[in-house]
């Protein structure tokens, strides 16, 4: 829709003053209703939508569902009055992988809960009118680690008034910016300087109270439960390292007693061998004067048999 026009300063979707404000916003009304009416406190024309439920009560930008809104403006303001009932607000964007996320703010959670296409985040509203900076850039980062491209569509659901949604490419001061654009009276005029001040700086607190706060938090917890596990396993394995090596301990022993035994087996049998061994040489030397003995006795016989020859 605004992809071939030139973005610069503030670009405006949605301004209650004027002949046709929602001229390019669609309604989907359902036990509700959208009108206009006059705002005392703002003094000025507002856009209200209220109904029994948020979820079937919302308008949405652009009016044809297969046109985008093609803004690549990175931050999304919204002048939106607080009327102490259920309200949320959803804007979609493509980032530079070519996916498209959803980003849905409300003030009746109280989780940020991040899933691959849609992220809920928790949002805290002041009594009477609120000046809402959505930092797209910045949450598509947190949420995803990718980089926003452009917005794609915005829906404001019940319940509120709605004085300007706008689109700029830098934040300024309260001062710096037209009246028209700023919610805020002249009592209000030091607040808002700082709540400008606090987004100029990067505050991520400011983009949507109690938001961030809760994400952080979250994020705080999640990396120490990770923390813990790695902890835990890291205390694990030298559990199982210290098993291993005790049972290598173990085990070296049984191997020394086995060797040990051994050895004294194979001493034990080379002393039996050389006790046999000795053993056997005295039964040789035993042996060795009968067999010296026994010429001697031939010798006799042959004597005995040359005297008797001579007696003949």
Known sequence: MFRNTFQSGFLSILYAIGSKPLQIWRKNINN???KRITDFEMQSSVIEICGANVSTCFLSCPSNPK???GVKMPFLVLLIKY??????????????????????????????????????IPMKLDEGW????????????????????????VQIHANCRIRRIYFTD???????IPAEYRAFSNAQEDNAEEQYQNQIN?????????????????????EHIEENQHV???HEHELV????????????????????????GEQQGGEEQQNQQEANAGAGEEEQPKEENAPNENQGEEEASKENQGEQ
């Open 32 to 34: 509700g209703y959208v």
């Open 67 to 69: 046109q985008t809104l």
């Open 83 to 120: 009327l102490k009932k259920y309200f949320t607000f959803e804007v979609q964007v493509i980032d530079d992988k070519n996916v498209k996320r959803r980003f849905r703010a409300s003030n009746y959670q109280s989780n940020t809960r991040v899933k691959p296409f849609i992220c809920t």
């Open 130 to 153: 609120n000046q809402i900076h959505f930092n797209l850039t910045d949450f598509t980062r947190r949420a995803y680690g990718t980089n926003y491209l452009e917005t794609l569509r």
């Open 170 to 176: 830098q934040l300024l001061s309260s001062k710096s």
């Open 202 to 222: 990067n505050d991520p607190n400011q983009m949507i109270p109690g938001g961030e706060e809760q994400y952080q938090a979250e994020y705080e917890h999640q």
């Open 232 to 234: 835990e396993g890291e």
């Open 241 to 264: 390292q210290e098993h291993q090596e005790h049972q290598g301990e173990e085990g070296g022993e049984e191997n020394q007693g086995e060797q040990q035994q051994n050895q004294e």
